[in-house]
Structure formats: C-alpha cells, structure tokens
C-alpha cells in the first residue's frame, strides 16, 4: 500500500465517512461566511472611524450648526454615523425650541433621548455580524473535535476486523479523523482574530459617540 497516497488530502476526505464529511462541509461553510463577513466588517469600520473623524473635524471648524445640519451630506446620511446622532439631536432640539412654554431641562432632555435613539441604531449596525463570529470562534473547534472523535471511532471498528494492525492500517483512519479538527482550527482562528479586533474597534467608536453627544450636548445647552 502507497501510504504518500493514502495520506493525500484530498483522498482523506473522499474516503471519510458520510458524518465526518457533512462535519467538514459544514466547517467549510461557516468558514466562507466567516471571511465574507470579516472583509465586510473591515471595510464598514474603516469606513466609520474615517467619516467620524472628517465630521468632529467639520463640526469643531464650523460655528453654524444651522448651515451644518443643513449641508448635503448630513441631510443625506452620508457623513457617517456621528453625523446621523447630530442630525437627530438638532432637529430635536429645533423642533422643541419651537414650542412655546417648554423648559430648557426638558428640551436638552428630548434632544438627549433623539441622540441616544440613534446612537443605538447605528450601535446596533456597527455590532452585526460580530455576534456570528463570536460563534464560529468558539463552537468550530468543538465541532471539529465532534468529527475527529467520530472517525477515530469508525477507524477502531475497521481495525476490529483486521488480524494483525499496522501503520498502513491506522494511519489512513486517524489522518482523516484529525482533518476535522484541522478544519474546525481553521474556522475558529480567523473569526476569533477578526471578533477580538472588530470589538474593540466598535467600542472605541461607541465610546467616540458617547463623548460626541456629551459635548454637543454642552453647545446646545450653552445656545439655550
């Protein structure tokens, strides 16, 4: 027996049981969407962290908020995230300045609950998908484990009917046992590269909004 060509990967797989083989299907998938997700994450956080910094840089430079929150690319939900919690707190605070009879607390508190509203929508946009990486981190390499144990068993059971065991008896069972877990590694790592980076990422913008919308909060409570 040729045990080089055994030991192929390719032959592993083809000769794995039909349960170790929707097991590494399934890896196979879950990996795909993991990558897919990881490159649409990357882009959409870049993106963020680049249009908050050019808004903050345009809303500091800018004394006019009126002009600002009437410029294209706030109206049209272009400027980003910090730029949406804007929009929302000034028309807000607008819109209650504009009642006769309400008290200045109560106006900065409308204005807080419209920014915090949006904060949350656009919390909640930045956070998907991070979930499902989280998942994929942690359960791929149990579910690999799940296949390897399966196979070893299913080469143990072949052995039984064999008189004498050698190496190219057990080496070809416990090879394609052990892809399993290889391709839950596989999985895992990257998700759980991309989660622990993304999530600290988003928070730090989280924690750019929160302080965004506690000085703007600051303004609009000094122009009262």
Do not use: C
């Given at each position: 027996?040729?045990?080089?060509?055994?030991?192929?990967?390719?032959?592993?797989?083809?000769?794995?049981?039909?349960?170790?083989?929707?097991?590494m299907g399934l890896l196979l998938l879950v990996s795909l969407m993991s990558w897919w997700y990881i490159f649409i994450k990357m882009f959409a956080?870049?993106?963020?962290?680049?249009?908050?910094?050019?808004?903050?840089?345009?809303?500091?430079?800018?004394?006019?908020?009126?002009?600002?929150?009437?410029?294209?690319?706030?109206?049209?939900?272009?400027?980003?995230?910090?730029?949406?919690?804007?929009?929302?707190?000034?028309?807000?605070?607008?819109?209650?300045?504009?009642?006769?009879?309400?008290?200045?607390?109560?106006?900065?508190?409308?204005?807080?609950?419209?920014?915090?509203?949006?904060?949350?929508?656009?919390?909640?946009?930045?956070?998907?998908?991070?979930?499902?990486?989280?998942?994929?981190?942690?359960?791929?390499?149990?579910?690999?484990?799940?296949?390897?144990?399966?196979?070893?068993?299913?080469?143990?059971?072949g052995l039984s009917n064999v008189g004498q065991a050698t190496l190219a008896h057990v080496a070809?069972?416990?090879?394609?046992?052990?892809?399993?877990?290889?391709?839950?590694?596989?999985?895992?790592?990257?998700?759980?590269?991309?989660?622990?980076?993304?999530?600290?990422?988003?928070?730090?913008?989280?924690?750019?909004?929160?302080?965004?919308?506690?000085?703007?909060?600051?303004?609009?409570?000094?122009?009262?």
């Open positions: 027996m040729n045990v080089t060509q055994d030991l192929s990967f390719l032959h592993l797989l083809e000769n794995a049981s039909v349960l170790v083989q929707l097991v956080v870049r993106m963020a962290v680049k249009q908050s910094e050019e808004f903050e840089e345009t809303f500091w430079n800018n004394p006019d908020l009126v002009k600002l929150y009437q410029s294209s690319n706030v109206a049209s939900g272009n400027a980003g995230s910090m730029a949406r919690i804007f929009a929302a707190g000034f028309a807000e605070f607008i819109k209650l300045k504009k009642k006769h009879g309400m008290e200045n607390s109560a106006v900065m508190e409308g204005t807080s609950r419209a920014m915090r509203a949006t904060y949350q929508r656009e919390m909640d946009n930045l956070e998907s998908h991070l979930s499902f990486l989280a998942t994929v981190g942690s359960v791929s390499p149990y579910v690999g484990l799940f296949g390897t144990v399966w196979g070893i068993m299913n080469a143990f059971r070809p069972g416990i090879a394609e046992a052990l892809v399993a877990t290889a391709m839950g590694l596989f999985a895992a790592i990257p998700a759980v590269v991309a989660y622990n980076r993304y999530a600290h990422d988003v928070g730090r913008l989280s924690s750019r909004f929160e302080s965004f919308m506690e000085e703007f909060s600051n303004v609009l409570q000094r122009q009262s």
